[in-house]
């Protein structure tokens, strides 16, 4: 072994350190950054010659150990659409390029993050605060989700259409020992046509005689018809019931059919189920016909309505399917990835899914800028999943995932790496004088 062997040894122990010092400050100043993965140092032995007899220095070699299947701590986020990892997985991303017309086009690369600071653009595209848009599967209105491709998510379903009432459930319990001719007050539901707007629908019972009730369906502004030539202005119907005296006391016998012709009510013929129901054909301005079926319950059973002691009319439930048209709220991210749109008429639904992606190696992923990677051959290849299902992760909104930097263990890394560095620094220091020593020999 050479003096200039130790020197050039020396050397190469302050390139090693000066790698560990660099990887140790990436580390450091991405403490905050959301989603990264620290770099780790490792140190890998060069020999040149080597035996029994005698060893020759090669020195050392560092090279970075990526940690990206580290789990850095969850946080809480007052945005809906921040999403966070916990377990395996990667969220597919894509860049994009906006054109001249203010246009946004992809590409078909796509890059792997654990950054899910997302957010709504004026697009309506979800992307994250390093300009890459999340990418996720289409979902049917059946709930099938389409697996043969993920795309860049774009909320553009911001209105809810409309749907028309069709059937309404009505329960309540008639007062038995009423007097004949007594009346209730009006109970009022609002119905919709096939445009979202709302009708009022009031039913109110009027005693006849013991055991019988007609009850008046009153919709203003629906149009009905009464004869070939006359139609109503409102369906005002009266529709007569039957309630049982010896059997199954208290419960519905009959419904009297309509004996107009044509009929503005048709009297359901019960199935299996023997439910009492009565349908009716209205229409309104501009909107067209529907039909509406009312559920009074049950013949013969004591659910739905009933005629039992009380001293009123006492309503129980009086619902109806009818939707009106809603405008976009909000959106909400559940673990499976699954988004739904909530609108302002209270319905919801869902459009999209996010898949998480695995590798087998990930640690061997490219690095790209803005906490992003790409595939490489010595990851292999990316394989999607729903979260949740075979060893992916699950996804948790309103969250992101921190850095998994612990800084404690960084400074006791740059101790290290500088106490190592002043040594290599000191062997230099001590060749040269040896060195000098050899020189001064000949003077």
């Known amino acids: 072994m050479s003096l200039f062997s130790a020197l050039t040894v020396a050397v190469g122990g ?67 659409t921040s999403l966070a990892i916990t377990g395996q997985g990667y969220f597919e991303v894509r860049p994009s390029t906006v054109g001249a017309a203010g246009t946004t086009t992809f590409g078909s690369d796509s890059y792997y993050t654990r950054r899910g600071d997302f957010s709504l653009d004026k697009n309506g595209y979800l992307v994250n605060g390093a300009g890459f848009f999340l990418t996720g599967y289409q979902v049917s209105s059946t709930g099938i989700v389409d697996t043969s491709k993920a795309d860049p998510i774009q909320i553009s379903q911001l209105l809810d259409n409309p749907v028309p009432t ?63 030539s006359t139609i109503y202005t409102d369906y005002d119907v009266d529709i007569p019931f039957i309630f049982n005296s010896v059997t199954n006391v208290g419960t519905i016998e009959t419904i009297t059919p309509d004996t107009v012709v044509p009929a503005r009510y048709t009297v359901v013929t019960p ?17 067209g016909s529907q039909t509406v079926t009312i559920d009074f319950g049950t013949y013969d059973s004591p659910t739905g309505t009933t005629q039992f002691a009380d001293t009123t009319v006492a309503v129980t439930s009086f619902e109806q399917n009818g939707i009106p048209r ?45 906490g992003a990677y790409q595939r490489t051959i010595e990851s292999g290849t990316a394989r999607r999943s729903a979260p949740g299902s075979v060893g992916a992760g699950q996804i948790v909104g309103s969250s992101l995932e921190g850095s998994n930097v612990d800084i404690a263990t960084e400074f006791t890394k740059l101790i290290q790496a500088q106490r190592v560095y002043s040594a290599n620094a000191k062997t230099i220091t001590t060749s040269d004088s040896m060195l000098q020593e050899v020189i001064n020999i000949i003077r």
């Open 326 to 370: 809603g405008s976009f709220k909000d959106l909400s991210i559940d673990k499976n990835g699954f988004i739904t749109l909530n609108y302002d008429n209270g319905r919801s639904k869902t459009f999209y899914q996010i898949p998480l992606v695995q590798f087998f190696a990930q640690d061997q992923l490219q690095r790209i800028s803005g």
């Open 271 to 287: 199935g299996s189920d023997n439910k009492a129901e009565v349908s009716y054909s209205l229409s309104f301005a501009g909107s």
């Open 14 to 80: 302050l390139a090693a350190q000066s790698s560990a010092i660099g990887n140790i400050s990436d580390n450091l100043a991405n403490t905050s950054t959301t989603g990264y993965k620290s770099i780790n140092t490792s140190f890998e032995t060069l020999v040149t010659s080597s035996n029994l007899q005698r060893n020759d220095p090669g020195g050392v070699r560092a090279t970075p150990q990526y940690q990206n299947d580290v789990q850095g701590n969850l946080i809480q986020s007052q945005v809906s």
């Open 166 to 228: 069709s059937t309404a459930t009505y329960s309540a319990n008639l007062p038995s020992s009423a007097e004949d001719a007594y009346s209730s007050a009006p109970s009022t539901i609002q119905i919709y046509d096939a445009l979202g707007n709302g009708h009022d629908m009031s039913f109110t019972w009027t005693k006849d005689s013991t055991n019988n009730w007609t009850l008046n369906v009153l919709i203003p502004e629906a149009v009905a018809p009464v004869a070939p």
